[in-house]
C-alpha cells in the first residue's frame, strides 16, 4: 500500500457555507465531484495560491459538522485491511462508497481519530 496524499476534509450539512469561508480565506475550488451517493452528495477540492488543500463534502446525513484526515491510497483493499487490522472501525458497517473514479469509506480509530480513506481509481 502506498500513500498517494493526504488532505484535510470537511463533512458538513452546510457545506456551501463552508466552502464560502474557505474563498475568503484564498483558496479555489479547483474539482467538483457530484456522483457521490447517488448525486445527493458533492465533494469540492479546494487549493490556495501555497499549494494547501482542504475537501468540503456535503451530506444530509451529519448531525454535525465533521472533521477527518483524507488519505488516498493506491491499494484500497489493502489499507483497508491494514486499518481494520489495527482496531479502526467502518462506521457504515461494511459500506464502501463506489464512484465513476474513487472508492472511499470513513473509518474511526479505538481512540476517536477519523480517516476517510480513499482510493482514485484512474482510466
Do not use: C, W
Amino acid at each position: 500500500m502506498k500513500i498517494t496524499s493526504i488532505t484535510p476534509l470537511i463533512v458538513s450539512q452546510n457545506a456551501e457555507d463552508i466552502i464560502k469561508v474557505m474563498e475568503a480565506l484564498g483558496f479555489e475550488k479547483i474539482h467538483r465531484k457530484t456522483d457521490i451517493e447517488g448525486g445527493q452528495n458533492v465533494n469540492v477540492d479546494m487549493k490556495d495560491a501555497n499549494g494547501n488543500r482542504v475537501d468540503v463534502a456535503s451530506s444530509k446525513n451529519v448531525p454535525k459538522d465533521l472533521l477527518s484526515i483524507k488519505i488516498n491510497v493506491d491499494d484500497f483493499d489493502e489499507a483497508y485491511d491494514f486499518f481494520i487490522s489495527r482496531g479502526f472501525i467502518n462506521t457504515r458497517g461494511d459500506k464502501v462508497t463506489e464512484t465513476s473514479s474513487s472508492r472511499d469509506t470513513y473509518l474511526i480509530s479505538p481512540s476517536g481519530f477519523a480517516i476517510t480513506l480513499t482510493q482514485h481509481i484512474k482510466d
